[in-house]
């Protein structure tokens, strides 16, 4: 058995370098820890292995993620609109970045110009990577109070001198659009539990699969990953959905088997193509969250964007699939401006 290297991240994206050491990756905006995993020599190979089938099953159904997004922000466009109009408030979302990561930047700015495309308004601090714990704690502080800002974000990853869980704690309660403060996750996990807001990214893709009329309930759900920003919160959403949920994570024993038993895989592992054809049980659902940037020189940017889930090989055996891009990353973005107008309708009582 060979010894695969995961690394348990958001959608954000991850760049992979050409030597595929995962040390050396620029990480995502939220990036867990590592996950190793036990698994065939074949899930080394390049993603070019076909799936014959002598009952020649159609190709998958996919998930177009990008037009879902657009119907709900598009929405979001006519509320934040009405709410200006009725009460003269606008929903605002502030988000803080520390540090002169290019990727973070790059989200950053992604968010921003989502925000404006919608009409949100969008407040921004970026402070230097030697900024102290204290000053990112003064700027939460101060977005807390202020009546104007109705969601905030921290950019993560932090420096490493501060700690994450400190900062992220200290976001109110109410203003939490990520989805992260302990209560809120305390609340999803208990039974019966209402979060004030639930993490964008498994928010989106569980949109997405009652959108596509995607049956849920009874159903045997693998999720790949157990970070704190994807992979648990999905596994206690799902739950809430009456599946039947299987976590597979680094200590997991013969993965592939599990995941071959799923009626749904979520993926988000961070590990390109991991997920071959062979791990998908023919008809099963697969919801890729994963997005790493690879090598790729015959494209004008350099690089290709691909997921955990070897596409070309489970569009052949999955009913229905989200590709990367255009699956899930859209409803990310489009989760956290719901939840920064669900926030402002909230605090200010507005219907």
Partial sequence: MASLMLTDCSSSTTRLIPTNRTNGAFLPRRCIGQLRLSTTASSRAGC??????????????VIDGKAEAKKITDQITIDVSRMKESIGVVPGLAVILVGDRKDSETYVTNKKLACKSVGIKSLEVLLPEDSSEEEVLKYVAAFNDDHSVHGILVQLPL??????QKILNAVSIEKDVDGFHPLNIGRLAMKGGEPLFVPCTPKGFIELLHRYNIEIEGKRVVVIGRSNIVGMPAALLLLKEN???????????NPEEITR??????????????VRG?????GAVVIDVGTTQVEDLSARSGYRLVGDVCYEEACKVASVITPVPGGVGPMTIAMLLSNTL???KRIHNFE
């Fill in 48 to 61: 070019t292995l076909s799936i014959s089938s002598s009952s020649s099953p159609s190709p998958a159904k």
């Fill in 159 to 164: 420096p490493s001198h501060m700690n994450e």
């Fill in 243 to 253: 599946a039947t949920v299987s976590v597979i994570h680094s200590k997991t024993k």
């Fill in 261 to 274: 038993e799923a009626d749904i895989i979520i993926s988000a592992a961070g590990q390109p193509t991991m």
């Fill in 278 to 282: 062979s791990w998908i049980k023919p």
């Fill in 342 to 344: 669900t926030s402002a």
